[in-house]
């Protein structure tokens, strides 16, 4: 089955070898450079309905440059750290969704490199050793301390998180959490934490989420996902435990859906038993790849 996931895939060459050879770097800031145009850290989009692409010269003389990779016809390309959003929070955008839902593969997983890039940068400044100011190295990939006692080496972040369908007798347990809106139910979520396996934080997600303890826990797909920079792990586990015990301060609901429940949910169809999550989510494609089994 075709899974072309938001976020994953394509986009650009990030070229490791030049990030660490500063005059390579230094050579691609050029006229022919490109710089992605951000609206704090959310996308400006172009008439085409494509990424906004500038020129170095358009860059805040005072903004960080952080190099992405490079287009297929060889130049670099870069996204800017500007003064104004270093220790900024980003409030919620409702026209970064309506962007999410039409951009194509490439250009989300240009933009959703440089989101996650972009706001690393911008949340962190300054050492976690010794508390001293970092500055920017191999090209944004990693920031430096400059307390010459501690020369402590920082890299952007990624944080895994287990996303996970649960089936039972043909059945699938899909929750809701507050924040959602009326009527969409998804897959169960939750962050890895340290010293735990992926299959060990599916089932104690679920079971604290749900009250479901599961067996078999099977990997399914993966999506980077930009908010601000996690990894979001697909699995499908197996139970034969149908009761459900919700913790209240996680989900408003969850519950067991029918397999023509879902297909019709998956439909687009709004009158339901519930909605589905959006296609830019890997929830969605879980759904989709369940009911392809």
Not at 151 to 169: A, L, Q, S, W
Not at 188 to 208: I, Q, S, T
Not at 250 to 258: C, G, H, I, K, N
């Amino acid at each position: 089955m075709d899974m072309t996931i938001a976020f994953a895939g394509g986009g650009l060459d990030r070229a490791d070898h030049i990030r660490a050879a500063p005059d390579r770097l230094e050579s691609l800031m050029n006229w022919r450079a490109r710089l992605l145009k951000l609206e704090g850290i959310d996308p400006v989009i172009a008439p085409d309905g494509g990424l906004e692409w500038g020129s170095l010269a358009d860059a805040d003389p005072e903004a960080e440059l952080v190099f992405l990779g490079l287009s297929e016809d060889g130049r670099g390309c870069f996204a800017e750290v500007t003064p104004r959003i270093i220790g900024s929070v980003a409030p919620p955008n409702p026209r970064l969704w309506g962007a999410m839902g039409s951009l194509s593969p490439a250009d989300l997983t240009i933009y959703g490199g440089a989101r996650s890039l972009v706001d690393w940068h911008a949340r962190h400044r300054f050492c976690a050793v010794c508390s001293a100011p970092t500055r920017l190295a191999k090209g944004g990939w990693q920031r430096s301390c400059t307390n010459d006692l501690c020369k402590g080496e920082h890299f952007p972040r990624v944080d895994p998180v287990t996303i996970m369908t649960v089936e039972c007798n043909g059945e699938l347990l899909l929750g809701r959490q507050p924040r959602f809106p009326p009527r969409r139910y998804s897959a169960l979520a939750g962050f890895v934490e340290p010293g735990e396996g992926l299959e060990d934080a599916v089932r104690r997600e679920v079971l604290e989420e749900a009250g479901v303890k599961v067996d078999a826990v099977r990997y399914v797909a993966s999506q980077p996902w930009p908010f601000p920079s996690s990894l979001m792990i697909a699995c499908h586990a197996f139970t034969t435990q149908r009761e459900i015990t919700i913790d209240e301060t996680e989900l408003d609901d969850a519950r067991w859906f029918t397999r023509k429940e879902v297909q019709y949910a998956m439909s687009g169809a709004e009158d339901g038993a519930f909605i589905a999550p959006p296609p830019f989510a890997v929830a969605h494609h879980l759904l989709k790849w369940w009911l392809a089994q």
